[in-house]
């Protein structure tokens, strides 16, 4: 089984920033493509950002040139560095992987519990 585990979220001032993190763990042979989205209140989940196991990131319109993934393939973990931040981008946001797992290789998705980020004005 696989688990996705975030940290970093949390409450800020507009124009701050945060760090988004999430680990996946478990039956993992590899992860082609990991990433974040987000749902606020009222609104449906959007694409915030995802990254493929080779580096090539794609981002949402509305984070390009504020937000910024990375990923560290050994640690089969993400980061998500916000700047600039607007009280638009306050969510839920949520951690994506598609795994390929180490028995049953078939690819699944996965999701994280997701992690509060709220902006004030």
């Known amino acids: 089984q696989v688990q996705l585990v975030e940290s970093g979220g949390g409450l800020v001032q507009a124009g701050g920033s945060l760090r988004l993190s999430c680990a996946a763990s478990?039956?993992?042979?590899?992860?082609?493509?990991m990433g974040w989205y987000r749902q606020a209140p009222g609104k449906q989940r959007e694409l915030v950002a995802t990254?493929?196991?080779?580096?090539?990131?794609n981002y949402a319109d509305s984070v390009k040139d504020r937000f910024t993934l990375s990923r560290d393939n050994a640690k089969n973990t993400v980061y998500l560095q916000m700047n600039s931040l607007k009280p638009e981008d306050t969510a839920v946001y949520y951690c994506?992987?598609?795994?390929?797992?180490?028995?049953?290789?078939?690819?699944?998705?996965?999701w994280g519990q997701g992690t509060q980020v709220t902006v004030s004005s």
């Open positions: 994506n992987a598609d795994v390929t797992r180490l028995v049953i290789r078939a690819p699944r998705e996965y």
């Open positions: 990254i493929t196991s080779g580096g090539s990131t």
């Open positions: 478990g039956n993992i042979r590899s992860i082609n493509v």
